[in-house]
């Protein structure tokens, strides 16, 4: 028994230790290099970049797999984790472009009711829906790496739970959304829709 113990053992650890080499070998195209970054730079299983490419740069974003695609001309150099819109804030489906890029962009309506010493009164507030306590002021959330897409929703870094959460814009992780920012620029499409995004890891 003790000998079929430590064979089961032994096992456990090398299927462990294949699940990322298998991923990178059902998919030639994401390197060994992305596959680290995804850990250790993005916090996440999903997150990669790879920039290399060539081509007009559009952004797709799936709303069912809660991912976003960034590609250069046919080809996807970079796949995101984000967060969308939760319910009654649906992050709309369409064909749109980035209008805008701010690089450190403070939300005008969502945030917290600070006091004079910048102490939270209330937190997550919409200022044209909550009353604002006597003696404090509004300050805005913070979005940075802001991509404007339409009215106030855009694609920026934000706290990403794994599951639609924001007012309708589209979180990303911070490094992604830098990557996003600096590669897209203002006229850059963008497609938001709930079809899936074609899929980046090819069958074995």
């Keep these: 028994m003790r ?4 064979v089961l053992v032994v096992c456990v650890i090398l299927v462990a230790g294949c699940a990322a080499d298998r991923n990178a070998a059902m998919n030639p195209s994401i390197s060994r290099g992305s596959l680290a970054q995804q850990g250790t730079e993005n916090g996440d299983e999903i997150s990669y970049w790879d920039g290399a490419g060539s081509g007009e740069p559009r952004i797709v974003i799936d709303l069912d ?15 995101s984790a984000v967060s969308t819109g939760r319910e009654g804030y649906d992050t709309p489906a369409g064909e749109f ?22 102490q ?3 937190e997550n507030v919409e200022a044209d829906k909550d009353p604002r306590p006597r003696g404090t002021i509004f300050r805005g959330a913070a979005m940075p790496y802001f991509l404007r897409i339409h009215g106030g929703i ?10 639609p959460a924001s007012h309708g814009c589209i979180r990303l992780p911070e490094k992604m959304a830098l990557q996003f920012f600096q590669n897209a620029a203002v006229g850059t499409p963008v497609e938001i829709r709930h079809a899936s995004a074609p899929n980046y890891v090819l069958s074995p």
């Design 154 to 163: 855009g694609i920026h870094a934000g706290y990403l739970p794994g599951y």
């Design 120 to 122: 939270v009164v209330m």
């Design 3 to 6: 000998i079929l113990s430590k």
């Design 65 to 79: 797999q809660q991912r976003a695609y960034f590609y250069k001309g046919d080809q996807i150099v970079g796949v």
């Design 97 to 118: 472009r980035i209008m805008e890029k701010d690089r450190e962009h403070v939300s005008s309506l969502y945030g917290n009711y600070v006091d004079q010493s910048g």
